[in-house]
Nanobody, 126 residues
Framework: QVQLVESGGGLVQAGGSLRLSCAASGRTFSSYNMGWWRQAPGKKREFVAAISWSGSNTYYLHSVKGRFTISRDNAKNTVYLQMNSLEPEDTAVYFC???????????????????WGQGTQVTVSS
């Protein structure tokens, strides 16, 4: 089992920044690829970013590329999502999720993630 707890969400004006954190406990954090997903009201859950178990590889949703940065600190069992130049369209509940390291080629598929956090709300006002 892996337990994931997100933090860092909040209300910010358009153009502002937030940094989300996801603390993991349980099984070896470094053996998991980590992803950030989001879900806005009335919409399907959407992939945002992923980072491989070693931190060597990343994927981003096209609309956040250049604005968001995913990173991880395996010594602290934590993954981060730095969000800059936030837009109202970024408003959603943000979830972190863990996927076994061997599934990196399918990191954009939500069903490949075995563990999910409870989510943190990000609201961007215009």
């Amino acid at each position: 089992q892996v337990q994931l707890v997100e933090s860092g969400g909040g209300l910010v004006q358009a153009g502002g920044s937030l940094r989300l954190s996801c603390a993991a406990s349980g099984r070896t954090f470094s053996s998991y690829n980590m992803g950030w997903w989001r879900q806005a009201p009335g919409k399907k859950r959407e992939f945002v970013a992923a980072i491989s178990w070693s931190g060597s590889n990343t994927y981003y949703l096209h609309s956040v590329k250049g604005r968001f940065t995913i990173s991880r600190d395996n010594a602290k069992n934590t993954v981060y999502l730095q969000m800059n130049s936030l837009e109202p369209e970024d408003t959603a509940v943000y979830f972190c999720a863990a996927s076994p390291s061997g599934r990196w080629s399918r990191a954009l598929v939500s069903d490949e993630y075995d563990y999910w956090g409870q989510g943190t709300q990000v609201t961007v006002s215009s």
